[in-house]
C-alpha cells in the first residue's frame, strides 16, 4: 500500500470511477491504473469495486468504508501543506469565501476592507450561490469559509460560529396603504407578496410566522437576490419581504421601510468551516473581522 494507491482511490470516485479519466488525471496509461488498483485489492484481500465486466459501476461496502479514510488522508495531506505555506509566509494565499448575494452585498463590504489593509498580498475569491450549495463547496474544497443564514446549521461536519442576529422588514412604495398605520399579519396576507426564494435568506422564518394563523400567505415572486425584489415592488406589483439590512437610505428613499421584528422571527447568520479543515492565520484573522463587525450592528 503507498499514497499514490490511495490517490488513485479519490481519483477514481471524482470521476465517476472512470479508468480511464482517472489514468488521464494521473498522466499515466490506462492499464497502470487497473494494475495498481488490482494490487491494492490482492493486498487487501477483497474487491473495493463493483463490476460489470471491465467497468467499475460502484464501491462494495468495503470500498464505501475505505472512502472515509482516503478522505481523512486528503484532508491531511491538504492540511500539512496548508501548514507548512502558513509557516513559511502568513501574509499571502487565497482566501475563498462562499456566500449568498444578500451577505456578500449587504454585510461582507466593511469586514472584506479591514481585512484587505491587514493583509493586501491575500487574494479573495467569492463564490455566491444558494445556501444548501454552500456546503457542498466547503466539503468539495471549493470554499474555506462560509456565510450564510439557511440551511448552514444542519451538517455536523461544520465548526460554526454565529456571527449575527437580523429581522426581515417590509417595504413599500410612499403612497401605499402599508406606508402607515400598524403592521400585522392580517394586513400582510392581504396584499400579493414579493420575497426571497425558499432556502434564502431567511424565508423559513417568513413561512414560520404564518404558519399557525390560518392565513394563506400570496407569494407572486421570489427571488435570491434583493435588488430584484425591490425593482418589482417599485413596478407596484406587491410588497416586499427583505432583510432589513438590505434597505439603503439612500439608494431606496422612494421606498417605505416598515419593521417586522414583533411578526417575523429573528434570523441568525453564521460563520462556517470545516472541522478537520485547517485554517490559515489569515483566515482566522477574517473570522475575527467578521464578528467585529457583526457587533458594530448590534451598536
Not at 489514468?23 to 493486498?43: K, N, P
Not at 464505501?64 to 501548514?83: C, Q, S
Not at 439612500?250 to 472541522?275: E, F, G, N, Q, W
Request: aromatic share 8%; glycine share 4%.
Amino acid at each position: 500500500m503507498n499514497l499514490s494507491q490511495i490517490e488513485l482511490l479519490r481519483i477514481l470516485q471524482e470521476n465517476n470511477f472512470s479508468l480511464s479519466k482517472a489514468a488521464e488525471q494521473m498522466h499515466i496509461v490506462q492499464s497502470a491504473v487497473s494494475r495498481q488498483l488490482q494490487l491494492f485489492e490482492t493486498e487487501l484481500g477483497s474487491p473495493l469495486y463493483e463490476r460489470q465486466g471491465k467497468r467499475l459501476i460502484g464501491l462494495t461496502p468495503l470500498g464505501m468504508r475505505i472512502m472515509e479514510e482516503v478522505a481523512a488522508i486528503d484532508g491531511a495531506k491538504r492540511n500539512i501543506r496548508t501548514i507548512a505555506a502558513d509557516y513559511l509566509d502568513s501574509q499571502q494565499g487565497i482566501l475563498h469565501i462562499a456566500t449568498t448575494h444578500t451577505q456578500a452585498k449587504y454585510f461582507l463590504p466593511t469586514p472584506i476592507l479591514r481585512f484587505k489593509e491587514k493583509y493586501p498580498a491575500v487574494k479573495i475569491y467569492m463564490l455566491e450561490a444558494a445556501p444548501e450549495l454552500l456546503i457542498d463547496k466547503l466539503h468539495n474544497r471549493q470554499a474555506d469559509i462560509a456565510i450564510c443564514t439557511e440551511k448552514i446549521a444542519e451538517d455536523e461536519t461544520l465548526m460554526l460560529n454565529r456571527c449575527y442576529e437580523w429581522h426581515h422588514a417590509v417595504v413599500v412604495p410612499k403612497e401605499h396603504p402599508l406606508s402607515t398605520g400598524d403592521i400585522t399579519l392580517e394586513r400582510l396576507a392581504s396584499f400579493p407578496i414579493l420575497t426571497y426564494s425558499f432556502g434564502f435568506t431567511g424565508r423559513s422564518n417568513i413561512e414560520a410566522a404564518f404558519k399557525d394563523t390560518g392565513l394563506k400567505l400570496d407569494i407572486t415572486l421570489a427571488a435570491a437576490d434583493t435588488d430584484v425584489i425591490k425593482t418589482y415592488v417599485r413596478l407596484g406589483m406587491g410588497v416586499g419581504i427583505i432583510a432589513g439590512m438590505a434597505y439603503d437610505r439612500t439608494i431606496d428613499r422612494d421606498l417605505v421601510v416598515r419593521d417586522l421584528s414583533h411578526l417575523v422571527p429573528s434570523s441568525t447568520t453564521k460563520i462556517a468551516y470545516l472541522k478537520n479543515n485547517y485554517l490559515p492565520l489569515y483566515s482566522q484573522h477574517f473570522i475575527e473581522e467578521l464578528l467585529l463587525a457583526a457587533r458594530e450592528l448590534k451598536a
